[in-house]
């Protein structure tokens, strides 16, 4: 079993002296930024000031919450420590422009994915860590769990160990967020970016929409009533994934009536068969491969015309019609 790591396996004082350039101040950046700062460490955002010819908001909220702001080149001068939490397909281009004539020894590279680092858009010099501590979950979680007491679980990889105090300084950043309270466990890059994309691909985001809206478009398709199918197909799947996240599959089983265990464990196997397995795979196979990263790097290059249609799509469909009208229902005071 791979190692969980807790609050005794770390220790803050490797974070003593060190200054944290957090690089972005949206979900992820304003979340890790707050309990950083919370827990004493010394943090700066790096971001932008100006927008097009707009100010920034991010960089507004960031000195409204009290942080020293600076350009992402001189956040990243002044920082021991360079964590960057821009959205992966900026990464790339903010580290050559920004960042990376600043990257000398005693400084650490951070990152909360590994995407740029395993598919190599970004090269660090041999003389510098690269750490990754990466959350398992939302930034609004991450901070809700943090203010509650508790933390988050999270994930802490070294790719370059060029001080011999990366390992240490991953973990005390983790510590600082309080993630060590929940686990933290030791993987590599590539362990990481690799399961993180499947799992995105075919289960979190891509498998449980697609699923969702096929469950919808067969009962309305048979003449059932929209807001009836949007209750069963999507409404009650919080509840499900709740009692699963709660115990597992085991709290979930106990739950049900037996009529839907019966009817879940002998029809289940019918919708993700053997051929649906395979696809699975070969969706995996793309990732490891780096294909997936490839055709993503083009498709943000291209001005991402094939995201922006496929999500329009799905903010189209009729499911979420029908659901805006119920959620307002329930968000009436």
Known sequence: MINILTDKDADESALNGKTIAVIGYGSQGNA???????????????????????PNPSWEKAKADGFEVYEIDEAAKKADIIHILVPDEYQAGVYKKQIKKHMKAGKTLSFSHGFNICFKRIAPPAEIDVIMIAPKAPGSEERKQYLEGFGVPGLIAIKQNASGQARNVALALAKAMHWTRAGVLECTFEQETYEDLFGEQAVLCGGVTELVKAGFDTLVEAGYPPEMAYFECLHELKLIVDLMYKGGFTEMWKAVSNTAKYGGLTRGKKIITDKTRKVMKKMLKDVESGKF?????K?????????????????????????????????KK
């Open 293 to 297: 990263a490839k055709e993503w790097a």
């Open 299 to 331: 498709e943000c290059k291209n001005g991402k015309p094939v995201l922006t249609k496929l999500q329009q799509e799905d903010f189209d469909h009729p499911i979420e019609t029908v659901g805006k009208e119920i959620r307002a229902l329930f968000n």
């Open 32 to 54: 890790q930024a707050n309990c950083l700062k919370d827990s004493g460490v010394s943090v700066i955002i790096g971001e932008t000031e100006v927008l097009g010819d707009k």
